[in-house]
């Protein structure tokens, strides 16, 4: 049974994962920032590792683009949650796709590890990331020609919403694919919560 909780944006929803997930102290968390390095988003990686740290979660960052194949199996698999955070979906997806992360991470949460996704990381848990090309850039991973996504749930994930940044981007995604896809959108103080087949958003 899958345990997921999927965020617009962390920092503004940090309160939402103890919620779902009350007993974190002392246990440890991949975090993977390979998204968010695509875009150089300065200091993301310092931030985010600070809001996991205030949950009381011990950081282990795994940037999939870099880290050696044994660290990122014994990463995903020996720790107890795994958070993806954003960025630039389609050059994530390209990352986990050639270092075969997309595989250890889907059977390591198929068989119930906490899952948290962070915009792109949490459109990456899709079964299909094409349309988040109206948001991220799709030259940012050359070597991606398939856009199929881990497809851990069966929706699509329209993060940002009123976001003064990206919530333009947001509405563009809805009015371009809300009749041929099944659509959750989230503001960035939200959260979508999936347990087995129950899907709340908070």
Not at 41 to 66: A, K, N, W, Y
Not at 88 to 117: H, W
Not at 143 to 152: I, R, V
Request: proline share 2%.
């Amino acid at each position: 049974m899958k345990k997921m909780l999927l965020v617009s944006m962390l920092q503004h929803s940090a309160d939402l994962v103890k919620k779902v997930e009350p007993d974190l102290a002392g246990k440890v968390v991949t975090y993977i920032p390979t998204a968010g390095i695509a875009e150089e988003i300065e200091g993301m990686v310092e931030e985010e590792t600070e809001t996991l740290s205030r949950l009381g979660l011990e950081v282990d960052v795994l940037e999939i683009s870099t880290a050696s194949h044994q660290k990122m199996k014994e990463s995903l698999i020996n720790n107890d949650l795994i958070f993806v955070g954003g960025g630039n979906t389609f050059f994530l997806l390209q990352e986990l796709r050639r270092t075969g992360a997309d595989q250890i991470l889907t059977d390591q949460v198929n068989n119930r590890k906490l899952y948290i996704g962070e915009s792109a990381g949490a459109i990456v848990a899709c079964p299909d990331i094409g349309y988040s090309a109206e948001i991220d850039s799709v030259e940012k991973a050359p070597d991606l020609k398939d856009y199929t996504g881990l497809n851990l749930v069966d929706f699509y994930l329209v993060p940002h919403i009123d976001n003064e940044g990206m919530g333009s981007g947001a509405k563009r995604i809805i009015e371009k694919y809300s009749d041929q896809m099944e659509m959750k959108v989230l503001r960035d103080d939200q959260a979508i919560w999936i347990e087995g087949s129950e899907i709340t958003v908070l």
